[in-house]
């Protein structure tokens, strides 16, 4: 059985670990960052996480399911119910690929790209403010930074 003094370490051992624990750490950054963005983005109909897709979407001008799985790091099971929202609300399309009907393009439509331009300028303002606060590099740099590890 555990006595107090070994749950009393065991306490300050696990503060310790999570204190300079990578994947803890950053999970709770991301999650205050995106709350941040969220509040601020509020009122443009679109979620962060739709914006980030329309933006990608946007950015190619028209990507496969698959493609656009890869760039963002997201498992297609995940990317296409994402993408079922946007198409369900009229802002994406997905229609098979001409001469090969397994794979699906993705594109805009013109109200995706009508509310993508419209939440650009809170975009941009609330990381303006979001620089105030952090180094604006610190986010493109960590991503950078851990792009290697899923190669093991």
Do not use: K
Request: net charge neutral.
């Amino acid at each position: 059985m555990t006595n107090a003094r070994q749950l009393s370490a065991l306490a300050g051992a696990a503060r310790a670990a999570l204190e300079v624990c990578s994947g803890w750490n950053s999970r709770l950054a991301a999650r205050r960052i995106a709350r941040f963005l969220e509040r601020r983005m509020n009122g443009y109909g679109l979620t962060l996480a739709q914006f980030a897709l329309l933006a990608e979407i946007a950015a190619v001008g028209e990507e496969t399911v698959g493609g656009l799985s890869q760039r963002m790091d997201l498992d297609q099971s995940t990317l296409s119910r994402n993408l079922r929202a946007l198409e369900a609300e009229g802002l994406a399309t997905i229609a098979g690929v001409e001469g090969d009907l397994r794979r699906r393009a993705v594109r805009l439509t013109a109200e995706g790209a009508d509310r993508l331009a419209t939440a650009l300028p809170a975009w941009r303002r609330a990381h303006d403010e979001l620089a105030v606060r952090l180094d604006p590099d610190l986010a493109p740099r960590l991503a950078r930074a851990t792009a290697t590890l899923d190669e093991e």
